[in-house]
């Protein structure tokens, strides 16, 4: 190397110096000179060959790292050894100059220089080496190839190739990196060699609400003026018999993937939804819907959807409920609030009171204590209606109506009306009855007002009152354009009378006249309900223990006042009118 050169050459010269010496001094002054030379060259050759061996240490610690096959560490020592050859040379240099010492002392020409024999080199040629490492989840590999050392043979396709081979990597393989790595001969560098094929994970199954269920915002609602409806809070989502409750996209199974040494790497398979099919729910065949099975609320609890069909209210319909609209039948633990509505398509059952609210029913309403109206409550029940008492209030039911009281109420029933238990009262208030009405007390002593009307059914009376309203509204409208063709006429006899305004008469003439056709239909059908009313009806009133002065009755077109007290009474209506039977209404 060159550095063991200029050491070789410096310690000639110190030699060649020392000779020159001897003119002055012994040979035993020489050797000892030498000597000491000798010995600080061999500790300069010491402290190199330390920093030449951890030159080559640094330099093999990315193969270390790598952990590369120990035979290529090997590889590069020897390499490493052979340039360290060369400077063990410098020690044999040394040693020759000790040896002058013990050579005989005999005359010699102190100019004389002691030349260095430069030792006989032995190449041995290496070739170029691929070192295969595979990634320790076997997806990727990659190559070290060791140069070739002393003109050893380049690397090759042939040599890339068994050595994967060697190692087991066998898909994947980067066949444009191996040309590359042997066109540009890319030694003692990593090159990616090969990739495995990474698996594609599968998709779940997901599930898609077709109404909003999980996440329903509760609470006081925004009218359209931007008022604020303190009394619809959206506690209930109700859904109807075959509804679509949601939609259920089914998993996607995912592809496996392969490693460099071609075994196959698992993906992860679509999930199917958990099970989401509770109370009244059922999937469609192809089990991509969810829809109800019947009509009610619908609610989620633990994933699974759920259809109720009665809906249970723990307390008051209050400030804290809103107004309760349900598919199915509701339970009310508490009180109905004034101002408050509850609707359902089904039954009504009120273990508190009703305090001037509204309740609409499907079939039956049942109130476990009383109702008070305030005069403006309405009950509506397509069954019967049950309570304990009824005060200022209106009902209709398709039904009968009981109660152990009833006062100053407004009822028309197409059953019967009865007033059983406790008092037995019916007092005051307005009634249409189709069938029957019973009561132990009917009317006050005070004469308050008390009519009653039997044998008109509910939906006779809507009809009946419904086409005396639209004859009333046409009535109003005619005399308004009577004024109008009246006011034009007079302007026309006058000859003042413009073209404007002659259409504005000849529209007003026209439109009274349709009015006036409209009217008469309408009356038409009035006189057809009253008729079916003046029918023979075979209701009958019975008061178990009086009925007082004051009570109208009236009956297929027949009325009657009643001006005295009777005692048990039966009325009822005969060939020739109303018929009035004291002591026999048990």
Known sequence: MPENNKQNNSFLFNLSQIGKKTNKNSIDNIADDAKKLSV???????????????????????????????????????????????????????????????????????STEVKEKAPEKVLIPIDAKVYPQISADNMQAIIIIASPVDGGKDVDIQMIDEALGNQGIIYGID?????????????????????????????????????NISGNDKGPKHREDGTIDFKELGIIINIEKGQLICRITLPINGVNGKNVCGGEVPCRNGKAVPECVGRNTILSEDKSMLVAATSGSVSVNSGKYNVSEVFKVEGN?????????????????????EGFSVTATDEIKIMGM????????????????????????????????KCKYIENCRIQAFGDVIAESIIG?????????????????????????????TAKIIGSQSNISTSFTLGMTVLLHEQLDNAKKEANVLLCDIKKLVQVANYLSEIAKRN????????????????????????????????IFEQQLNES??????????????????????????????????????????IVSEGSGK
Do not use: W
Request: with cysteine; aromatic share 4%; charged share 25%.
């Open 409 to 437: 109420a407004n009822i028309k029933c197409d059953g019967e009306l009865i007033a059983s238990g406790g008092k037995g009262v019916i007092m005051g208030g307005e009634y249409a009855i189709a069938k029957n009405v």
């Open 354 to 385: 009703v305090e001037g609210a509204y309740l609409r029913a499907g079939s039956s309403v049942k109130i476990q204590n009383g109702v008070n109206g305030m005069g403006k409550g309405f009950i509506i029940a397509n069954g019967d209606i």
């Open 40 to 110: 600080e060259l061999q500790k300069s050759d010491e402290v190199e060959e330390e920093q030449e061996e951890q030159e080559e240490l640094q330099e093999l610690m990315p193969l270390a790292e790598l952990k590369i096959d120990p035979e290529l560490m090997l590889n590069f020592a020897d390499n490493a050894s052979k340039t360290n050859s060369q400077s063990s040379n410098k020690k044999d240099d040394a040693k020759e100059v000790n040896e002058i010492k013990d050579q005989p002392q005999t005359n010699q020409n102190p």
């Open 496 to 527: 003042q009378l413009d073209s404007e305004k002659l259409a504005l008469y000849n529209n007003a003439v026209y439109t009274h006249n349709e009015k006036i056709k409209e009217l008469e239909k309408i009356n038409r059908q009035i006189m």
């Open 537 to 578: 009806t075979h209701s009958v009133i019975r008061a178990r223990t009086c009925i007082y002065p004051g009570v109208i009755i009236s009956m297929s077109g027949f009325s009657t006042r009643i001006k005295n007290e009777l005692q048990r009474p039966m009325i009822y209506l005969g060939d020739e009118g109303i």
């Open 317 to 337: 319909v209050d400030t804290s409920t809103g107004n309760i609209n349900f598919l199915g039948s509701v339970i009310v633990t508490g009180d109905v609030k």
């Open 175 to 211: 066949e444009k990196a191996k040309q590359d790595a042997v066109a540009n001969k890319t030694y003692d560098e990593r090159i990616v060699i090969a990739k495995g094929l990474q698996p594609i994970d599968g998709v779940d199954g997901t599930i898609e609400e077709a109404i």
